[in-house]
Each structure stands twice: as C-alpha cells, then as structure tokens.
C-alpha cells in the first residue's frame, strides 16, 4: 500500500470498495503546522464516471486498485470519439474526446509508448510516456544567431500544444517534449 505522496496522475486507486482513476493531484504545504504536506486528488469513479475530490497528508496509505496496463497506438478519431488499437491482440479501445483532452495534446499517429489503463475490464484513461516527439508547425521565423541558452519563443505543435521553445527553432523541426512539465527538452535528430 503506497502512501498518498507515492500516488501519481492516471494511477487507480481504491476507496470504500470502488475504484477511482486519479487526474489531477495539488500538493499544498500548510504553514505554522507540524507535519508534512497535504494532497488534493481529484478522481473520476471508474463504474459511473463522477468526479470526486479528496484530501489526503501524505503519510495516509491508500489502497491502489487492480489495473492492466496494454500497449496501444493512435488508430484514428470518429467525431469526439478516439480509437486505440492493441498492440499485441489488435482489440480497439474507444475513448470520448472529454475523457482524454489533456492526453490528445500529446498522441499523434506515431507516438511509442502509449499504454491504456483498463480497470474492472473497462478502458479508463490513456498513460503517456515521459517524453514525445512532436513536429512545429507555427512559429515566429529563427534567429540568425540564437544559441540554445538564449530567448524563447512560443511555438504551436503538430497536436496543438503550444509550448516555449528557444529561438533558434523553426517550423518543421521536430522537439522532444516533457509530458508532465509540458515543456521543450531539446531538439530531435533528423535520421
């Protein structure tokens, strides 16, 4: 059992007998107060889907719930539905744009390293790798002589994001992006 500062976005725990999918966790640490910090998770309940809110110190142990996780790539999108397929059986996980809309910003149709969480056999959320390649495809024109410790420069990705980059980046270049911090962790190298 991990305690509460262990438990990390998209893991699946288990309170009073039903399963959540953590989204959101904020750490606060109270003033003037012995002890260490609080966390606030925010979670949707697997069977019907309602969010809930809970604070946890982060000492509290916390039960996770069983979940699978299966290796998928980005198959297509049908209106506001999002389909995954299975990389080893070839089965399809459908998902609503609403449920994944953090996630999209970061799946295009070759990102490795996608995993589905699936809980109580239902597909609950989308797990990302730590880092992706995506492609610019909107930003101000390159400086001549911009070193990569100089300015940024905000830039529109291939998915949507928009994140900063040096200036010494230009549209079509492909970057590698931190998926937590949403930030550039450096340029990709053409093959």
Same mark, same amino acid.
């Given at each position: ?61 916390? %039960? #996770? ?6 290796? =998928?790539?980005?198959?297509? /999108?049908? @209106? *506001? ?74 830039? %529109? #990705? ?6 900063? =980059?040096?200036?010494?980046? /230009?549209? @079509? *270049? ?18």
């Amino acid at each position: 059992m991990p305690k509460a500062s262990e438990i990390k976005k998209n893991a699946a725990i288990e309170i009073n007998g039903d399963a959540y999918i953590v989204r959101d966790i904020e750490r606060s640490v109270p003033q003037g107060r012995a002890g260490g910090s609080i966390y606030r998770m925010r979670m949707y309940n697997v069977a019907n889907n309602n969010k809930v809110d809970e604070t946890f110190k982060d000492s509290d142990m916390l %039960t #996770l719930a069983d979940l699978v996780r299966r290796a =998928v790539t980005f198959s297509y /999108s049908d @209106g *506001d539905e999002y389909v995954f397929m299975d990389s080893e059986d070839y089965s399809s996980y459908n998902f609503n744009k609403d449920t994944i809309a953090d996630e999209l910003l970061f799946i295009n149709e070759d990102t490795k390293g996608v995993f589905v969480v699936i809980v109580n056999d239902v597909p609950v959320t989308i797990d990302l790798p730590a880092a992706v390649d995506l492609e610019i495809i909107e930003t101000d024109p390159s400086l001549k002589g911009g070193s990569a410790t100089a300015r940024t420069k905000p830039a %529109t #990705l291939s998915t949507g994001l928009v994140v900063q =980059v040096p200036e010494h980046i /230009s549209i @079509g *270049d492909r970057i590698k992006v931190n998926v937590e911090e949403r930030k550039f962790t450096g340029r990709v190298d053409s093959k």
